[in-house]
């Protein structure tokens, strides 16, 4: 069973390659489930800058993950640069990611803008810049729903229906 391709794009202001925890940890996480990362590229708080680094990025990859910028302050635009380029959006992913946090941070949760959403042929997950909450989406929503043997259904298996690779036929 061959890996899918992911970027991960972290979004802040103050990271650096040296201090990019969460953008490390995604890569470990989801390279050590057998996918092929790319990144952690380092990209500012800017709609603009965040926005090209997604388009350009779901052109080369089945998935885009980034971390930071899903909060509530003004610099926290992520969602925003997202949104021109959703084809569909995946509401579930930050229901799920809202509920199981809850469990660690309690009502703070709500603070959270995490989500995800199909961009043309990609898969873009936003998740918040923390370690601990990139850990948790990564362990318990990414790393099962990017293996094609997670049961009943999985994002890696719509991938290639999505793109229109061995569709059913009529």
Not at 80 to 109: D, H, M, N, Q
Not at 121 to 128: E, S
Not at 132 to 145: F, M, Y
Request: glycine share 8%.
């Amino acid at each position: 069973m061959p890996g899918l391709s992911i970027a991960v794009v972290t979004v802040s202001d103050t990271r650096t390659p040296d201090t990019d925890t969460s953008g490390r940890l995604v890569a470990q996480l989801l390279g050590d489930a057998g996918h092929t990362i790319t990144g952690p590229e380092i990209v500012r708080d800017d709609v603009e800058l965040i926005r090209r680094a997604i388009a350009a990025s779901c052109e080369l990859v089945d998935v885009v993950v980034l971390t930071g910028g899903t909060g509530l302050t003004a610099r926290d635009v992520t969602p925003e640069a997202l949104a021109p380029l959703v084809t569909k959006s995946i509401p579930g992913f930050g229901e799920l990611f809202r509920f199981l946090s809850y469990a660690e941070i309690g009502t703070s949760t709500i603070q959270s803008r995490a989500e995800a959403a199909l961009c043309g042929h990609a898969l873009v997950f936003a998740l918040p810049g923390s370690t601990a909450a990139v850990r948790l989406a990564v362990e318990k929503i990414l790393v099962p729903q990017l293996d094609e043997r997670t049961k009943p259904c999985n994002f890696a298996e719509l991938l290639p229906r999505i793109r229109g690779v061995g569709a059913a036929k009529a």
